[in-house]
Structure formats: structure tokens, C-alpha cells
């Protein structure tokens, strides 16, 4: 039976063995698995554990930069602030610094000039083409925060002083612009307001600018006039305006119609336009440029302030009133004893020559009631300045010349200080002060005359020989070659037989009262004014669309609400007219309308009564685009433009 045996032992033997090696290679290749998997699942959580530090590390390097960029803007801002005074002194760009943000610091943080300022033609921006004093600055901006994470950015900008007597035309508050006879104007027109356009027949040549809207209507009550038109300088026409930011609110779609109609000349807040900074530190109120010296003024303000860079400073002391033959009047009225006259006192810096006595009474003569102002409805107490005498006195000498002059007024609470004759002289028993410019066709040389009184303007102004010159003051208005003060106030030898019997307190006169209800305005002739006005104007007090304003949107409001706008900015007292109604006589203007405050003497507002307008030609002063030709004392308007802005490590 031996040979019956299975050598290597049993088939069943065979078999488990097999299993038990399939079984083992399972095992191994199980294990081989997980360790695969578990490899790969180690990776992606390392990779995943990457990504998120990834993440966080472009975070708050992303924030850092934000920080550094933040830090940029924030001087870019005070730069603007620093440039109120259109001066950047090295203290102001040394005291610009980062601002406070949590969990950032600045370490490397200032504002460097770039070599030194030029005058310039601007280049870039809304206002490219007019001449500034330019600075170019470098702001550095390196922020950290408290992880080590840093980064900087350099911002590069122009800080440009722009003289505010090269535009045409320039508003601080709403610009409105309603003109009845044609007025074609040159020049840039700016508002830091918004503008109000609705006319037959105006034509503007130049770009028109404003942070706010403009709207094709007027601001006192709902009246649209289709004969607006702005020139487009590709096309070489001009092209009427028939939309506003009312009609087409979006930006983007507002800045398109401009562009198709007047290659972008007319810009408001759609394009991000700025507002023009005044000449003044933050809070000064505007009227400061025309105020007299007062020894709480800052040095910002003293830099700026026509009173403080007046090289003759007059002042008429009305509270100290002396004999008339002393106190430089006109002719003394045929009574006796005559009336008194304010205290004339002329003061020249830097060791000027003064005139004598009698040149200061020749320069500057005194008249109590001197003419009715209309739209004022009062009698004006007026202080002459004779150009022609001044022009005598200054002959070509160039140590008398006078380049900037202010006239301060001193006006006493009362009238109670006068005596009899000088209380009879003033007609409406008011003191109403006020400087006129007469004899003024030519100037002695470039002049400059303020006050923060009313100007008027009789006759011809720099018309021969044409120099640099600007006249500022509360209100500005102009009286013809044919005004006549004799035309334009009651008799003199009746009214003072008329108010003799008056009480210091008592009302004026009733024979006063008629003569007014009685006055009728007189004729004018063309007149040429060339010069630069600064002064206050008269604004219409609300939008009749606005749901709050007292007005309806009719012209019940039209009377004694209308402000009059840019076409009576400048005013009259005339009937500028000829023969007929449709015969308009000219006035001629050659200069800048600048206004950058609301009036604060003359407040009467425009009724149409007491004038008849003439036909306009106004025109911007191209000379004034010359920096060597602006007027004596022009204030600057700071303007900021980024140039560009890079990373920097």
C-alpha cells in the first residue's frame, strides 16, 4: 500500500496553503493602500494647510495695503486743505501726517516737494489750459501692522495755485445765469454751487464746471428757455443745451450726452468735478477778503486780505466828524453853518510817500446823499475817488505808484452825532456808505481798489490804455458816461428847507417818501468797464423744485425773490435804452466775475423796476491768462491732481 502515498503532502494541504498566501498578499496590499491613502490625504491636508496660511498672508498683506494706500489719500486731502491760501509753506507739508487707523502703524510716512514750483499752463484735468503756480509733491505712505506685515505706496500729485481772476466767471455759491438781452460770454465758467441756465439768446465759448448739478431751468420758478447754447470745440458750433442733471441723473449717462454735444464742456459732479478751494483757512467765511485789517486776523488771513496787502489804506471815520472844508467834501451845500464830514486819514506801507492835505481832498471827496440807488431804495453817502487826481499825483513816479488800495469805513450806531445841517444832509436819515470810482478812464498804473463797502463804477473804467485792475466790495454796480447825480436825488435847497424841522429820531421826510415814489430811472449811454470784480452778490434763496422752498414753481415769487444772477451781478441803475424799448444801448465788460460770497450791505434784490438792462457784451480779460498780467492782490483757488500712484517695497 506504500505506493499509494502522496509525496509533498495532501491536495487539501495544497489548496490551504495557496489560500493562506492570497490571503497575505491581500494584507500586504491593504496595508500598501493606507499607506498610499494616508500619504495622499497627509498632502492635501498640508496642501489645504498651505493654502489657508496662503490666504491669510494675502489678507493681511492685502489690508496692509489698503492701510498704505489709505495713508496716501488722507494727505492728499490735507495737501488740499494746505493749499487753501494757494501757498504751500514747508511748515504745512510737515505737518501733514498718517492718519489713525486701529491695528496699523506708520513708520515711514511724509510729503516732499519735487524740486520747485513753476508757473505753469495746466496740462491735466477740467481746468487744463489756465496758468497756475505749481508744485509737484511726492507723498510716501509705509504701513504695518502687528503681524511684521508691511507695504507702502507713493502717490505723486500737483498742487496748483490757481489765480481766480482767470476765469471768466466764478461762483462760490449757485450760479444763475437768466439773461433777457443777448449776452455772449468768453471765458471758463466755474460754481462751486450748482448752476441754474435758462435764456433765448446766451452763448457760452468755454468750458462750464461744477462739483454739483446743472439744470436747464430757473432756480426761482419753473421756466425752461431753449436758447442756451454751449460751444463744442471739435465741431467749431454751438450746440443748444436741452438736457440737465434732472433729465439725465445717471453719471455715466449724463457724461455721455455731454461728450456727443459738447465734447464734455459742460461737467458737473458726473464727472467727479472738484470744488475750487478759497483762498482762506477752513471756517473763515469768504467776506474776509474784503475786510478791513483786524489785529485778531490770522497769518493765512493777513496773506490773502486785500486791506492787509494795500500798499494806501484810507480810512473815513464817520464817527469823528469834522468841519467840511476840513474833511475833503465837494462843494458845501449853499447853507450855513454847512454840514460836517467824515475824517479822512491815508496810511502807506513800507515807508511809501504820502500825499499832502490837500492831494488827499483832491483824491478823496465826501458827499452825504449823493444819489438814489433804485434797487436798494436808499440814498447812498459816497465817497469819490478821483482816478484822474490820483493818476496827477503819481505822475511817473514809480514810489507813488498805488497798486492796491482800501478804504475802510468807520459808521457810528447813531446819527445823534451830528449837528443839525449834517442830520438835514442826510436825506433818509440814514448813513448808507459807499466808494465811486469817477475820472477813471485811464490809471495811473496796475490798480487794485477794495472795500467791503458798496463800488460803483461812473463812466468809463480803464478804457484808454488798458492795465491790470480789479475792484472788489460788497456789490458791484455800474452807472453810464451820462449818470447825473443831480438826475438821481431830490433838490438840495429843498430838501433841506423840507427836513429842517425834522427829529433826530423822526422818519424821513413825506416830501422825501414822494420824491421817491415819484424818482424815474434816467438814460443811459454805452460805457466800457476793464476790469476784474470781486464782490458779494444777491442769491435767489431756494430751488422753487425743492419741496421745502416757499416758492410754487410759478412767478409769484418772481418779484423781490429772484436774485437777479450772473447777468445783474454786476448792476444798473439806468434805463439802457435808446429811442425804443428794442434799442438797447451797450455795456461793455472786459474782466473776470468772481463772487465768493453772499452780499452782506447790499441785500435789495431784483425787482426789474428800477433799470432797463442793456445789451451785454461781456467778455473774459485773455490777458488775465498771463501771470504777469493779473491784477495787484488776485487770490488763488488751490487744486489737487493726482498724477499717479505706484506700489512701493
Known sequence: MARHKMVGGSRLDRVTSRVEDRRGLALVATLLVLTVMAVLVAAAVKAS??????????????????????????????????????????????????????????????????DTAVVEEISDGPYSGLWALTQNVDVYSLAADPAGNTSGVVLAAKAQAIPI?????????????TNGPPM?????????????????????????????????????????????????????????????????????????????????QLRTDAFDTDSLRLPLPEGVPAVELVRPRESSDTESERSVKFAWNADMYVTVDLGNPTRYEDGCGVTPPPVSPPPQAPTITVQRSGGRVVPGASTICKMFQWDWSAFFDGREEELKDVLDVNVDEIDKWVGADTSR??????????????????NDMTRAALLDFEVNPAIRTIEAAELPNRMTIATEFPVYVHGDYNSYDKKPAALA???????????????NRPGTTTVFRLCEDETIAGDPCGEYDMWVNNWTR?????????????AGHWPTPCDWYDPSCPADGSDTYYNNWYGGGL???????????????SDYIICRFLGSLVSPFTSQKTTGTWNGYYYRPPQREWSFDTDF???????????????VLRTAMREAF
Not at 72 to 100: C, F, H, M, R, T
Not at 165 to 177: I, K, N, R
Not at 567 to 581: I, K, T, Y
Request: aromatic share 14%; hydrophobic share 40%.
Open 473 to 487: 466790495g460788497d456789490g458791484i454796480s455800474f452807472l453810464s458816461n451820462n449818470w447825473d447825480d443831480a438826475e
Open 401 to 418: 505808484a498805488i497798486e492796491i488800495l482800501y478804504i475802510e469805513f468807520i459808521v457810528p450806531p447813531t446819527i445823534g452825532i451830528y
Open 49 to 114: 494647510m498651505t493654502t489657508v496660511r496662503t490666504s491669510g498672508m494675502e489678507y493681511h498683506e492685502a489690508r496692509v495695503f489698503y492701510a498704505a494706500e489709505a495713508g496716501a489719500e488722507a494727505a492728499l486731502s490735507q495737501l488740499k486743505l494746505a493749499l487753501q491760501d494757494g501757498y504751500l509753506s514747508d511748515s504745512e507739508l510737515a505737518g501733514i501726517g498718517p492718519p489713525a487707523l486701529e491695528e496699523f502703524s506708520f513708520d515711514s510716512f511724509s510729503v516732499q516737494r519735487i
Open 165 to 177: 481772476f482767470q476765469f471768466g466767471v466764478f461762483f462760490e455759491e449757485d450760479l444763475e445765469a
Open 184 to 264: 455772449t460770454f468768453v471765458g471758463r465758467v466755474h460754481s462751486n454751487g450748482n448752476i441754474y441756465l435758462s435764456s433765448n439768446n446766451a452763448w457760452y465759448l468755454e468750458m462750464i464746471t461744477t462739483p454739483g448739478k446743472a439744470f436747464h431751468n430757473r432756480k426761482d420758478h419753473k421756466l425752461v428757455l431753449d436758447g442756451v447754447y454751449i460751444f463744442n470745440p471739435v465741431s467749431a458750433d454751438s450746440v443748444r443745451l436741452d438736457f440737465d442733471s434732472r433729465s439725465i441723473p445717471g453719471a455715466e449717462a449724463f457724461k455721455a450726452e455731454s461728450w456727443a454735444k459738447f465734447n464734455a
Open 522 to 534: 434816467q438814460n443811459a449811454t454805452e460805457t466800457t468797464i476793464n476790469a476784474a470784480v470781486l
Open 567 to 581: 447777468e445783474n451781478f454786476p448792476r444798473f441803475l439806468e434805463r439802457w435804452r435808446g429811442a425804443s424799448e
Open 625 to 639: 491768462r498771463d501771470p504777469k498780467k493779473l491784477p495787484p492782490g488776485t487770490p488763488n483757488v488751490g487744486y
